[in-house]
């Protein structure tokens, strides 16, 4: 099990990332909609702990209340190894990578065991399409998506999710004033 915090994409957005995952499905190739518990919802993570469970995230709420990025997907992806990860790349941006080092010094007091990966200097951030391609499903994924328009994503909620139920706890949802 681990805990993932998500920032949750506007509606327009979710729906255009929905439609690749389609995209796959019609082709025979799988993608995060039908991975695992089947409940994902396009989203860019912020980090992956092991767990949060009994972490103070009084500090992070207040960094989550005070503003959100605006995201870019703009570039199809591929993560290295054998685990064949298909992702779209949200373009870094300066705010971007402010937010992500704020969330993470929120976080910096508590005993969390944050993915490596996932840390300021290591992050990539992308909003994952598949999982689990074969070198040949790599191929024609990117075949039948190469196409796409870059999406234009509003952070309309965060939260945290546990990546083995995909329950979602919310953080912060709406417009922030």
Request: charged share 15%; aromatic share 6%; proline share 5%.
């Amino acid at each position: 099990m681990a805990h993932a915090i998500e920032m949750f994409l506007d509606d327009h957005a979710e729906a255009a990332v929905h439609q690749l995952w389609e995209i796959l499905d019609d082709h025979g190739l799988p993608s995060l909609a039908t991975l695992t518990h089947r409940r994902h919802r396009p989203h860019v993570s912020l980090t992956v702990a092991e767990s949060l469970t009994g972490t103070d995230l009084g500090d992070l709420r207040s960094v989550l209340a005070e503003s959100r990025p605006t995201l870019k997907l703009s570039s199809l992806g591929l993560f290295p190894g054998a685990e064949g990860v298909l992702f779209l790349g949200a373009t870094v941006t300066h705010e971007l990578l402010t937010f992500h080092n704020r969330v993470h010094a929120a976080l910096a007091n508590q005993s969390i065991k944050h993915w490596p990966c996932y840390l300021p200097g290591n992050w990539v951030p992308h909003c994952t399409l598949a999982v689990g391609l074969k070198r040949e499903e790599v191929v024609r994924a990117t075949e039948v998506l190469h196409d796409f328009a870059p999406i234009v994503a509003v952070v309309s909620a965060i939260g945290s999710t546990d990546t083995t139920t995909g329950e979602i706890t919310s953080f912060a949802s709406g417009s922030i004033g």
